[in-house]
């Protein structure tokens, strides 16, 4: 399960997953592992530090009212199958958009028994909002879950086959 501590502005997510940390990278960098848990939508890496990232929505969820573009950042700094550091920014709503940039950081470190312990540490000075929308502890069917959500599918998806969503 996924644990959050908060520090500051910098939230801490962190979860165990019976899965290699290739397999846990590939499902956090390639779309068609990525677009499978979660919120809908494909989130598309350039794997190089400057390259970008996006995620945006699909067809279903477009047609129920959200935007194309959903999330944009650039990767920083990458170590494959160890460490992904990247900007992140909400792009769903203006209010979103205006705070800026955010910083989070994926690491990914290989336990005994086939285990691995996946960190993801999310930077949110001077953005209450996204800390807000990131922590988000509102029911599911009001787009609440946040990173708690996203990291819970993650570790459903890659142990059992499927998502929570079915």
Excluded: C
């Excluded at 699909?58 to 129920?64: I, L, R, S, V």
């Excluded at 705070?99 to 028994?113: A, H, K, L, M, N």
């Excluded at 029911?139 to 086959?161: H, M, N, R, V, Y």
């Amino acid at each position: 399960m996924s644990t959050m501590t908060e520090t500051g502005v910098t939230q801490v997510y962190r979860v165990y997953i019976k899965a290699a940390p290739e397999a846990i990278w590939d499902a956090i960098t390639k779309p068609e592992w990525n677009e499978r848990y979660g919120y809908p939508g494909r989130g598309e890496y350039d794997l190089r530090p400057g390259g970008s990232y996006r995620a945006v929505a699909g067809p279903e969820a477009q047609a129920m009212g959200m935007p194309e573009l959903l999330v944009e950042g650039e990767v920083l700094e990458l170590d494959p199958p160890r460490k992904l550091v990247q900007t992140w920014r909400a792009a769903w709503d203006p209010d979103l958009v205006a705070e800026g940039f955010t910083r989070v950081t994926w690491e990914i470190s290989e336990q005994d028994g086939g285990v691995t312990h996946l960190t993801v540490t999310h930077e949110l000075e001077g953005a209450p909002k996204h800390a807000a929308q990131v922590a988000s502890t509102a029911p599911l069917a009001q787009g609440g879950g946040g990173w708690t959500w996203i990291l819970s599918d993650l570790k459903t998806l890659l142990e059992s086959g499927s998502s929570l969503q079915g």
